[in-house]
């Protein structure tokens, strides 16, 4: 599977951004898929993840209530809507895939466990 994220920009605290993640590969279905994103200075972390069927979801803390992560199977792409920008939310961004059906919340935030990664795209929020 190779990703190809998209959808970054600056924008003023308060505002929206839509990230997508495009997936090649006949098997984007099966995958579950999750983005991350790192700072600089700082180490990559988790921020949302969505299951296979799209049927689960997982958020970090700081983020929920702001972000939704959603998926199009017909379109083998994964999206990201970003609402209430903060400062503190700039970063790369980055989708990546993992395979697996079981336990998808208690993987969904470990970045080891994902097989295949984008090649991210930056998020700057202006205070």
């Known amino acids: 599977v190779q990703l190809q994220a998209s959808g970054g920009g600056l924008v003023q605290a308060g505002g929206s951004l839509r990230l997508s993640c495009a997936a090649s590969?006949?098997?984007?279905?099966?995958?579950?898929l999750g983005w991350f994103r790192q700072a600089p200075g700082k180490e990559r972390e988790f921020v949302a993840a969505i299951n296979w069927s799209g049927g689960m979801t997982s958020y970090e803390d700081s983020v929920k209530g702001r972000f939704t992560i959603s998926r199009d199977n017909a379109k083998n792409t994964v999206y990201l809507q970003m609402n209430s920008l903060k400062p503190e939310d700039t970063a790369l961004y980055y989708c990546?895939?993992?395979?697996?059906?079981?336990?998808?919340?208690?993987?969904?935030?470990?970045?080891?466990?994902?097989?295949?990664w984008g090649q991210g795209t930056q998020v700057t929020v202006s205070s």
């Open positions: 590969g006949r098997t984007f279905s099966s995958y579950n």
């Open positions: 990546a895939a993992r395979s697996g059906t079981y336990y998808f919340t208690y993987y969904a935030s470990r970045s080891r466990e994902y097989d295949y």
